[in-house]
């Protein structure tokens, strides 16, 4: 049964400068734990930093027919973020901090996002992340009520890691089981990955070691092309491959 979690206190943001990541495709728990903790500057009415389904484009051809529509093959990301203002004499806030991070335009940043764990608590391998590579847009500025605020759009910058799984500092291994080790022609072969023990059957990569034996239909799922014994590896960012598993085609 899920159990509900309220968001107080509960969404993490920390950001800097993009180039403190060096592998997009595999982000460091050192390098998370490098960015700034932003969380406290951030005003949650306007948080709207998110992922959408690809955006439509309109770069046609002059061959395409009248009404012509096509989707962009990237997932469309980004969205804003409105934060507190800092006073003039503030040099050392966490206020004056983020508005040093955000405030210059076309600065390209590395923001990642964690929901769950307290925003009080540092990133550490196993946390989940969304980890966005963004470029700050023009700064508009406002008031309310209660602060003075800012706002920055973030725009896209192509690298995306959605649902990312913290590595630990020394790299460990996903698990592979296969629901059995055995098959014949045509029969399909289920295998499960599980990496610093959570379920990541359909995020990993999988290798068949000969696809004219065994060929990957689904994530986790085989088909038995011939007889042969293949073996299955499960690989993830930032984890070494995991053991090999040997699947008997008979």
């Known amino acids: 049964m899920a159990t509900k979690v309220l968001s107080n206190q509960r969404v993490t943001v920390i950001a800097g400068l993009a180039s403190g990541v060096s592998d997009w495709s595999a982000v460091t728990l050192a390098e998370l734990a490098a960015l700034t903790n932003v969380s406290g500057a951030i005003n949650w009415s306007s948080f709207d930093l998110n992922i959408?389904?690809?955006?439509?484009?309109?770069?046609?051809?002059?061959?395409?027919?009248?009404?012509?529509?096509?989707?962009?093959?990237?997932?469309?990301?980004?969205?804003?973020?409105?934060?507190?203002?800092?006073r003039p004499e503030d040099t050392s806030s966490i206020f004056r901090t983020a508005y040093n991070i955000f405030s210059t335009p076309r600065v390209e940043l590395v923001v990642a996002v964690r929901y769950g764990k307290l925003n009080s608590v540092a990133p550490a391998a196993g946390d989940r992340w969304m980890i966005y590579r963004l470029m700050s847009d023009a700064v508009s500025f406002g008031e309310n009520d209660v602060s003075k605020y800012y706002r920055v759009n973030l725009i896209a910058r192509d690298d995306l890691l959605v649902e990312y799984i913290v590595p630990p500092a020394t790299a460990v291994a996903p698990t592979v089981t296969a629901l059995s080790a055995t098959g014949s022609v045509d029969d399909l072969i289920f295998a499960s990955a599980v990496y610093q023990g959570l379920n990541v059957t359909k995020e990993v990569t999988w290798i068949s070691s000969d696809e004219g034996d065994l060929v990957e239909v689904h994530p986790g799922i085989f088909k038995a092309i011939a007889t042969g014994t293949p073996t299955l590896v499960a690989s993830y960012p930032g984890a070494t491959n995991s053991t090999a598993v040997t699947i008997t085609i008979s």
């Open 52 to 86: 959408q389904a690809s955006s439509q484009t309109d770069d046609r051809v002059l061959t395409d027919g009248a009404g012509s529509q096509s989707r962009s093959p990237m997932t469309n990301f980004g969205g804003g973020l409105e934060l507190v203002n800092p």
